[in-house]
Structure formats: C-alpha cells, structure tokens
C-alpha cells in the first residue's frame, strides 16, 4: 500500500510490487508441508498403542534374501530399534529368491496398511531392464527412506592361487572361463558391479548366482566358487578367520573396517564407486501418516549413537532422507543402472 496526497490508502501499482516466481511460492509450500508432516509424525510416535493408534499389532518386515547377508544384518538392527521405539513387534521375515524380486513382489501385492513393509535396494530398481516379468514395478512402492550403504568387497577363497586384484586379473586372462564368482543374486548391484570389473578388464569369468549374499560367502569359503563379491558386513567374519581374501573394495576409496584393502579407483578403476544400499519402502497407496511415521523412526535409528557406532564398525554408512528424497534417490538409481544393464547387455531371462 501506499498513501495518495489526500492521505487515502491506495494498493501499490504493479510496477512497484515485489516480483515472486511461482515456483519459489510452490517451493515454500512444500517445505511447509514437509515440516507439518515431520512434526505431525513425531507427534504419532509419541501417541502409543493405548489409544489405539498405529501399529496396533506386529508389522511384517519382508527381506528378500537369505539370513546372514548385508540386508538381513541391517533389518535385523533395524526392527529391534523399531520394536522398541513403536511398542510392537516387527518381525523380519527372510523370502529368498529371483534376485530379491520374489520378495518384493510380496510386498507389492501385500495390503496397504502398513503392517508389511519391505528392504529395498538397488537390485530392484534394475529389475525391469534384467527380467521380463520381475512381478513388481518400481510404482508399486511408496518409498520411506534411505537407511544404510556399504562398498562391496571382492573375494577370493583362501587357497586361491592370487592374493591380489591384480594378480587376479592376470590368472583370469591367462585362464578364461575356469574362474567362476558367486553374488546374492541375478540383478543385485554386486552382480552388475562384478560384470562392470569383468568388462573393464576384459575378464571371462562365469558367474554363480544365490539366494543371498550368506549362501555365496559359504560355497567361496568351501571352494564351490573361486571369486565373490557381497557387501562388506556379512564378509567380516570369514575374512577375519582367513577364510576368504579381500581382494578389493568397490568405493572411491578405502574401507576404515578394511584399511588394508585397496580401492579400485586405486588399481585401474578410478570411476568405479558402487555400493549396495538399502531402504524401506510401503506398498503404494499406504496413507502417508503412516509413510511419515516410519520416516521418524528411520530417521531416529539413524541418529542413536550407538546404533551409529554399530553400522560404522560393520562397514555401513547411513544419510538421512525425506519420502520424496529417497524416491529421487530410487529414480536416480534406477536410470544409472538401467544404462549399465544396456551396456553390459545383462539378461536374467
């Protein structure tokens, strides 16, 4: 407003009005809202069952691989945290298979009601570009949040005859197709990861799909397998008996947990930074009360100092995210990935 010479308020001409872009007003809003949802959901975990808020019995957290591996180590974790913090059970529940997609189609088709949940990882976001029919789309799930990344870890058994990356390297070209490697499953990241290493170097080494990444380490540490290549976490313990041989890590840069284990970027591949990460995802059209709700509690896990201290000393990594930021996050991950399958010419089918 301004004020005339007769002392009469009149409204500012539009010359004078201060430009607002309306993407910045629909910006604004959406951070509004996204704090009014953070702190309505903070307000629900507080609430308790007594009152019959959600969850009133046991929610169902789906793991599609086996017991052992990098997703069951962190779910595990996860749903004591959650058990704790929600005052009901969540129950891990292990359904191997089809490179995760058994499992996750599960969750696609379970009620939206937030009492099934699932892990989701990079394996799925790859899984329309490697199957035919992975019984799931990407838009079947409402994302929740990021929970945790770890490097992958190439392996060889104990009595291989290579102690090194690069020596690896050296036997597989003078002996193509007598090498073989186990993975967690077709379409995991440490599938397309190792096949990225095969291509790089211009390897032919067979690869030998599981069920999950716990059954691959037992065949690479009986000699079933010569190479592996799973998350970090699980591979410590055979590591650490001298059952198997840390060839490399898959990140920019060395592993605090495996300080003695160069990086790839190191030995010849400087633009290989692939982790395995995890996340958890509702089936899609759950209210968003709920959404927001299980956001709080990730975000609560991952800020409790002593869980914090348990995924660092296992090799893990963790970022807070919003729903929105993990579902750009997914598609971010989905698009790279997509083009490596194109590249490398992957087919599970």
Request: charged share 20%; proline share 6%.
């Amino acid at each position: 407003m301004e004020i005339g010479d007769s002392g009469i308020r009149r409204p500012l001409p539009r010359s004078k009005l201060p430009h607002i872009h309306r993407n910045e007003i629909q910006e604004t809003n959406m951070r509004i809202l996204a704090r009014f949802r953070a702190w309505l959901a903070v307000l629900l975990l507080g609430a308790g069952a007594a009152h019959g808020a959600y969850p009133d019995h046991a929610v169902r957290l789906v793991v599609p691989f086996s017991a052992g591996g990098q997703f069951d180590i962190v779910a595990r974790l996860f749903a004591k945290y959650a058990g704790e913090r929600l005052g009901q059970p969540v129950v891990v529940e292990n359904v191997g298979g089809g490179g995760g997609n058994i499992g996750a189609a599960k969750v696609a088709n379970a009620a939206a009601d937030g009492y099934t949940l699932l892990t989701l990882g990079g394996n799925h976001t790859m899984a329309k570009a490697i199957y035919a029919n992975p019984g799931f789309a990407l838009e079947d799930f409402a994302p929740i949040a990021l929970i945790s990344a770890s490097p992958h870890v190439v392996l060889a058994n104990a009595a291989a005859p290579f102690k090194t990356m690069q020596e690896m390297v050296a036997y597989a070209k003078r002996a193509p197709g007598k090498l073989s490697y186990g993975s967690p499953g077709v379409g995991s990241s440490m599938h397309l990861t190792f096949e990225m290493i095969k291509h790089r170097y211009g390897l032919d080494i067979v690869h030998v799909p599981y069920r999950g990444g716990a059954n691959a380490l037992s065949d690479l540490a009986g000699g079933q397998v010569q190479l592996g290549i799973v998350a970090i976490a699980p591979a410590m313990e055979f590591i650490k008996a001298g059952r198997i041989r840390a060839l490399a890590v898959t990140s920019g840069s060395r592993s605090g947990v495996l300080p003695d284990v160069p990086a790839l970027a190191e030995i010849g591949y400087p633009e290989l930074d692939a982790a395995s990460w995890m996340g958890l995802a509702a089936p899609a059209r759950t209210p968003a009360a709920v959404v927001d709700r299980w956001n709080a509690v990730v975000l609560a896990f991952q800020r409790d100092p002593a869980v914090a201290a348990q995924l660092q000393e296992m090799g893990f990594r963790s970022r807070a995210t919003t729903p929105q930021e993990f579902k750009a996050y997914i598609d971010a991950e989905a698009k790279a990935y997509t083009e490596v399958v194109r590249r490398t010419g992957i087919r599970a089918d």
